[in-house]
C-alpha cells in the first residue's frame, strides 16, 4: 500500500466555494469522543481478531470463525441487514506445523514457514541443497538435468543490509505541511492489456511444474526482508492450480549460510517437514456487510470498510485486524449513541484483500459497476481482477449512484492524520470541514494525490468515490506487513481509539450532508498519455 499526501490549504479550499451545506454536528462529535475514548472496545475487539482467532488467510478456518463472530458482534451491537456476500474464490488452506533443519555439515533449526498453498511434504523429508535462482520460465534450460533429489533455492542470493533508518516513526509536521501536488494519471493501453495477460500465479505454475518433472524434492525461496522475519504469502489458491511441489519460506539470513556454504566443499543437506491441510468444503469468500439504516434520502448510503482477512505467518494484526476492529468500533460508537442518519451507514469487512483485493470488487462488480469482456477467447477464463483495468466501457448497474462515499482502512495502526482525497479537487473542501474538529487530535491533511494498493481501489476505478486515510506509519511497512511478527503486540490502543472516532464523526458527516459528495466523471477509455511510444518488448 503506498501513502502519499500532501496538505491542501486552509485558504485554498475555502475559497473552493461555499460549505455550509457540509456542516458537522458538533454535538454528536461530543458524543462521539465520549463513547470511543472512555468507552471503547476497540482493542478487546482487536485482541478477539487476534490472540483468539489468529492469522485469518481467506477461506481457511480461521478466516470462517472470523466472518461468523464479526456478524454476532454486528448483531449484538443492534444493527441490521447483517449479512455475509459470498463470491467465487477458490482453495481454503492452513498451516498444521512444520520445520526446518540444516543437518550437514553441523545441525542447526532454521527459521521457516509453507509458503500458502504449496502441498505439505508428507513427513520429513532431506536431501542436499543447489543453489538454482530462477526468476522467469527462459532459465528453465539451464538446469535441466541437475535437479534430482535435491531441494531447489530458488532466490537470487544477495549480501544483505542493516537498517540505516528507525523502524518506527511518526509523520512530522513538516512531511504534513508540504504543498499540495496534483499527480496527472499516466495512462499506458499497452500496459494494461498486458497485464490482463499475465497473472501473478502464472509463473508459479510454470515453475512448479519444471521441478516436478525434474524430479526436485522441494522448493525454497528467500525472505524479502531481513532480522529473520518471514512471510509465506503465495497465490495458487484457485482450485485446479494447487502446485506439487512443496514450498518452503527461509529466513534471509538462513538462506544466505546455506548459499555460502553451498559454494564450499561442505555444501549443505536440509531436513524438512510441512503438514498443511486444503479446505474445499465452500470455494467461496464472504465479505461481511452491516448497515445502520437511514431515515430519508431512499436507498442512499456512506460506506466504510477494512479487509478482514490476513496471512498465516503471524496474527495478521495491523494487517489488518486494526483496521477491521476500527471499522467495527465505528459502527458500535454510532448503534450505542442511537443516531438515525439521513443515509444508510453501511460498514463491510472484506475477504480476499491479500490475494488481488478480490472481496472489494466482487462488491464492486456485484452492486455499482461492471465493465464489458475482452474480446480475446484466451481471457475468458482468467480472473476478474487481472483482466478488470483493460476492460471497457464501464457499466454502472442500477444502484451504482446509491453509494455516495467510501472510506477505507488499511494502513496499519497508525492514528489517522487526514486523507487521500483520490484528485477529486471538488471533494477536498468538503472532506477538509469533516476532519477539521479533530486538528487538535493530530489530523490536519487532505491530500489530492492518489493511493493505491487497498480497498477503495476498485471503487476509484468506475469513479465511485473511494478513499483512503492517511495514518501514522509507525513501524508498519519496515517489519510488520505480511510477517511472522505482526502480533497484538504492535497495536497502539491510543491510536486506534483516535481512529475509530475519526472514522464514526465522518461518516455521520457523510450520511447527514445535505448534498452528496462530489463524484469525478464516470470514468471512459483513456487515451495514451504518450501517442508515440513503443511498445516495451518486456
Known amino acids: 500500500m503506498t501513502r502519499l499526501f500532501a496538505a491542501v490549504s486552509a485558504i485554498a479550499l475555502l475559497a473552493a466555494g461555499p460549505l455550509s451545506a457540509q456542516s458537522v454536528d458538533r454535538v454528536a462529535i461530543n458524543g462521539i469522543v465520549d463513547q470511543g475514548l472512555n468507552h471503547s472496545e476497540v482493542m478487546t475487539t482487536a485482541a478477539y481478531l487476534t490472540d483468539r482467532i489468529g492469522g485469518r488467510i481467506t477461506n481457511s478456518p480461521q478466516m ?73 520460465a527462459g532459465q528453465f534450460d539451464a538446469w535441466k538435468g541437475k535437479l534430482r533429489g535435491k531441494i531447489v533455492l530458488i ?68 525472505s524479502q526482508r531481513e532480522g529473520g522475519l518471514l512471510h509465506g504469502t503465495g497465490y495458487t489458491y484457485q482450485v485446479g492450480a494447487t502446485p506439487r511441489m512443496p514450498g518452503i519460506e527461509l529466513a534471509a539470513e538462513d538462506y544466505r549460510r546455506l548459499s555460502r556454504l553451498a559454494r564450499t566443499d561442505a555444501s549443505p543437506t536440509l531436513e524438512l517437514m510441512s503438514e498443511v491441510q486444503f479446505h474445499d468444503e465452500d470455494t467461496k469468500a464472504y465479505n461481511v456487510i452491516a448497515d445502520i439504516p437511514g431515515t430519508s434520502r431512499s436507498g442512499e448510503y456512506v460506506m466504510a470498510g477494512a479487509h478482514l482477512d490476513s496471512w498465516a505467518a503471524s496474527d495478521g494484526a495491523v494487517d489488518n485486524a486494526a483496521g477491521s476492529a476500527v471499522i467495527m468500533e465505528a459502527a458500535r460508537i454510532l448503534r450505542t449513541m442511537g443516531v438515525r442518519p439521513k443515509r444508510t451507514i453501511r460498514f463491510a469487512l472484506w475477504s480476499g484483500e491479500e490475494q488481488g483485493i478480490l472481496g472489494s470488487l ?94 477503495h481501489v476498485y471503487m476509484q476505478t468506475v469513479g465511485i468515490p473511494g478513499y483512503q486515510f492517511i495514518q501514522d506509519p509507525l513501524d508498519y511497512g519496515s517489519r510488520l506487513h505480511h510477517t511472522s511478527i505482526d502480533s497484538y503486540d504492535h497495536l497502539r490502543a491510543d491510536d486506534l481509539r483516535q481512529a475509530a472516532v475519526v472514522l464514526a464523526s465522518v461518516l455521520l458527516s457523510a450520511a447527514n450532508s445535505d448534498e452528496p459528495l462530489p463524484r469525478m466523471p464516470m470514468p471512459t477509455q483513456p487515451t495514451a498519455s504518450d501517442p508515440f511510444a513503443y511498445p516495451s518488448a518486456n
Do not use: C
Request: proline share 8%; no cysteine; aromatic share 8%.
Open 64 to 136: 470462517r470463525q472470523a466472518e461468523q463472530w464479526t456478524q454476532e458482534r454486528f448483531r449484538n451491537w443492534g444493527l441490521s441487514n447483517v449479512h455475509a456476500e459470498g463470491f467465487e474464490f477458490g482453495r481454503g488452506w492452513s498451516v498444521v506445523r512444520s520445520s526446518a533443519r540444516m543437518i550437514e555439515p553441523r545441525a542447526l533449526d532454521l527459521r521457516a514457514i509453507p509458503i500458502a498453498w504449496t502441498p505439505g511434504t508428507n513427513g520429513v523429508i532431506s536431501g542436499p541443497v543447489v543453489v538454482a535462482p530462477i526468476t522467469s
Open 362 to 455: 466482487a462488491y464492486v462488480d456485484q452492486h455499482l459497476a461492471t465493465r464489458a469482456p475482452l474480446s480475446d477467447p484466451a481471457l475468458a477464463d482468467a480472473p476478474n481482477g487481472q483482466t478488470w483495468r483493460a476492460r471497457w466501457p464501464i457499466e454502472p448497474r442500477p444502484g451504482y449512484r446509491d453509494l455516495v462515499a467510501y472510506f477505507n482502512l488499511d494502513n496499519g495502526s497508525g492514528k489517522i492524520r487526514g486523507i487521500n482525497a483520490e484528485g477529486n479537487i471538488a471533494a477536498a473542501p468538503v472532506l477538509q470541514q469533516w476532519l477539521e474538529p479533530f486538528e487538535s487530535m493530530g489530523v490536519s491533511t487532505v491530500s489530492l494525490r492518489n493511493s493505491g494498493g487497498t480497498d
Open 155 to 222: 532466490s537470487q542470493p544477495d549480501n544483505g543490509g542493516e537498517p540505516t533508518e528507525p523502524a518506527f516513526r511518526r509523520l512530522t509536521d513538516a512531511e504534513l505541511a508540504n504543498p499540495v501536488t496534483f499527480n496527472q494519471p499516466r495512462n499506458d493501453p499497452a500496459a494494461a492489456e498486458k497485464a490482463a495477460r499475465s497473472g501473478r500465479a502464472e509463473f508459479a505454475t510454470k515453475l512448479d511444474a519444471f521441478l516436478v518433472e525434474e524430479g526436485a524434492l522441494a522448493m525454497v525461496r528467500m
